[in-house]
């Protein structure tokens, strides 16, 4: 697909340059600065895509100097080849001699009919790069253990090595392949590979993967609140055939009849992602009334920052004498969907154990109710969740601990006692008993260390560390005691 082939014959009158077929920006770049600097007028050369054209050498090629361009063309031009306007060239070459021929903000000139072609162009691949950035679905497979994930998708521009990036960020763990009519993308973990076309039917089958994207998708789907046309227009029809998910949705919005409607669209919609205390305010009736109702509004919710598998909700049982606040679910904790059942979570039910409180008796929660992260090779590393975070959640907190109605809470570690407070308090002057304002003493409080932070310390400094926690945890046990006596 790159590889500059330009072939500009000797000579007067019409040169052609025949390029690579696809977005042949490297060929365009070299042409068009050796155009410009032989001093060749646009009305004298003709472009053509998608020959195989004689190549000259790169050597040849690169004769000529860079063009110095405004930034507002230079940016444009990569955003304009990918069109498959067989004039995109021909186009652009006609911006680039005017704008060096002394026409230099041409570019801003939104009415100039050259302007609103390439803009219009560059319009259009900036909407199909978000289609297939979003719509593109991957199917698993394996073959001798090895997993091994493939796309099939038709984009409807040379689009694939602009699009290519933003997979490898997202899915650099993974071993994938991007299939399409006009060419495929490869990433072994390391090195991003393009090669040629695929087809639909290379695809492998379909397996539990896919089956489990439906039925999510299939859960979380409310027909009250489908609008068929503005979907259309979001997730156009020739996307859905790729997408598990979408398979399902015909039928569902054919179930949809107008007494299902009425019922679904009594059901607690879900938070507003910028303001869900106010979401929930606004729900009234429909408000959450149990703390399973609570929980379902939760687990269908989007993770505020994208990545989470699901979201990890609180265990244990309402009317448990204490609560435990962490601050979020971690690696483990997102792949299983409970809370505490990672290094951090094993080392806390050690102390609680030591310090005689039961860990089934009591109720384990977080202060953020989805996974954040960075990913790092293979590894996906833990990051704190920010101020703004905690209080996007922080109305489910209140909400459970309404419900669970607690004797006792413990804040493991500052971020739980930011969302417990509203403010950040360091947790070695918390350390203890302490009164949670917020809450109008609906139950006691009490700080501690997370267990994640017994973890980072120095060996030499470990077992101190863990006997202060499994004391603090002791001390909360008596208090639970002593509040139901
Ligand atoms: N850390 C937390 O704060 N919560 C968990 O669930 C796990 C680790």
Known sequence: MDGAAARIPDGPGLHTVVLAPGADLA??????????????????????????????????????????????????????????DPERYA???????????????LAEIASDPTVHRLGRMRKAI??????????????????????????????????????????????????????????????????LSFGPPGQRGDLPEGDGFEAGWRAYYESTFNPARTNPKAMLAEMPKKYWRNMPETLAIPALIRAADPRTRA???????????????????????????????LNAVIARSAPLVPGATQAVLGEGPVGAAIAFVGEQPGDQEDRQGRPFVGPAGQLLTRAMAEAGIAREASYLTNAVKHFKFEERGKRRIHQKPNAGEVSHYRWWLDREL????????????????????????????????????????????????????????????????????????????????????
């Open 402 to 485: 309404d419900f669970v109605a607690p004797r006792l809470v413990v804040a493991l570690g500052a971020t739980a006692v930011l969302a417990l407070t509203g403010k950040a308090v360091p947790v070695t002057r918390a350390r203890g008993p302490f009164r949670f304002e917020r809450f109008d003493d609906r139950f006691a409080g009490f700080v501690t260390v997370h267990p994640s932070y017994l973890l980072r310390l120095p060996d030499e400094a470990k077992e101190e560390a863990y006997a202060a926690f499994v004391d603090d945890l002791r001390r909360a046990e008596a208090l639970g005691r002593e509040l139901a006596g």
């Open 126 to 191: 900036a909407r199909d790069l978000h289609k297939m950035h979003a719509f593109l679905r991957f199917r698993r497979s394996e073959t001798d253990g090895a997993e091994r994930f493939t796309a099939w998708f038709e984009p409807d521009h040379h689009i694939l090595e602009a699009a290519a990036p933003f997979f490898v960020e997202r899915f650099r763990s993974l071993h994938w392949s991007i299939l399409t009519p006009d060419g495929s993308a490869h990433w072994d973990g390391t090195h």
């Open 263 to 293: 019922m679904i669209e009594r059901e607690p919609r879900l938070p507003a992602r910028r303001d869900p205390e106010r979401a929930v305010a606004a729900m009234g009736d429909d408000a959450p009334k149990t703390l399973e109702a």
């Open 91 to 105: 186009l652009l070459y006609r911006l680039i001699w005017r704008v060096l021929s002394g026409e230099r903000h």
């Open 27 to 84: 060929g365009f770049r070299a042409a068009a600065r050796r155009l410009a600097a032989a001093g060749l007028p646009p009305e004298r050369v003709a472009w053509s895509a998608g020959g195989t054209g004689i190549l000259f050498g790169a050597a040849d090629l690169a004769e000529a100097p860079p063009l110095r361009l405004p930034r507002a063309v230079a940016d444009l031009v990569p955003m304009v080849v990918p069109h498959r």
